[in-house]
């Protein structure tokens, strides 16, 4: 007892209940409250701070914030998202270029080219289109999938250059 008065540590006189009143226990390293509502708690003040900065960042026209800030927030909203509803298309200032290029698709369930009803017997193609039996070579369709650097790309990803350090002459 006397080690406890001489530090200025006080021994608990009984448990604490929680704040939220779910019914557990809580402690002072967790402001008087349980394990999950300290969590719980933590997590909205973080979504709440990012929500504070993506909106001073709308306002500020972006400047102040990090590439790290954007994608935990890009982060937290897809969760979000695929937690709540289905997810609808958002589009970016940077990926405006590519909605203009992209196709308006028929349909999940029928050839881009000749219309035919494939089901779940469709090939789906690196263009994002869903074609036929027949169709479903990039030869035999109007394809816009550029074979040949995406292959660059792969290669030059998959090897990557490696050059010795040169030596100091003496």
Do not use: W
């Amino acid at each position: 007892m006397e080690s406890s008065k001489e530090t200025g540590c006080q021994a608990p006189e009984g448990p604490i209940l929680c704040l939220n009143n779910c019914g557990f226990f809580g402690s002072a390293a967790t402001m008087n409250m349980c394990s999950k509502c300290h969590k719980d708690m933590i997590l909205k003040q973080e979504q709440a701070k990012l929500a504070a900065t993506s909106i001073e960042n709308i306002v500020n026209g972006g400047s102040g914030s990090t590439n790290k800030e954007l994608a935990i927030a890009d982060a937290i909203n897809l969760q979000a998202r695929s937690e709540s509803a289905p997810a609808l298309p958002t589009f970016d200032s940077s990926s405006s270029n590519q909605a203009s290029e992209v196709k308006v698709k028929v349909g999940p369930n029928r050839c881009s080219t000749c219309r035919k009803c494939v089901g779940l017997t469709g090939f789906s193609c690196r263009c994002g289109n869903m074609y036929c039996a027949d169709h479903r070579y990039s030869d035999k369709h109007e394809c816009s999938f550029d074979y040949r650097t995406a292959a660059r790309d792969a290669i030059s990803k998959a090897n990557p250059v490696i050059k010795a350090e040169k030596l100091d002459k003496i």
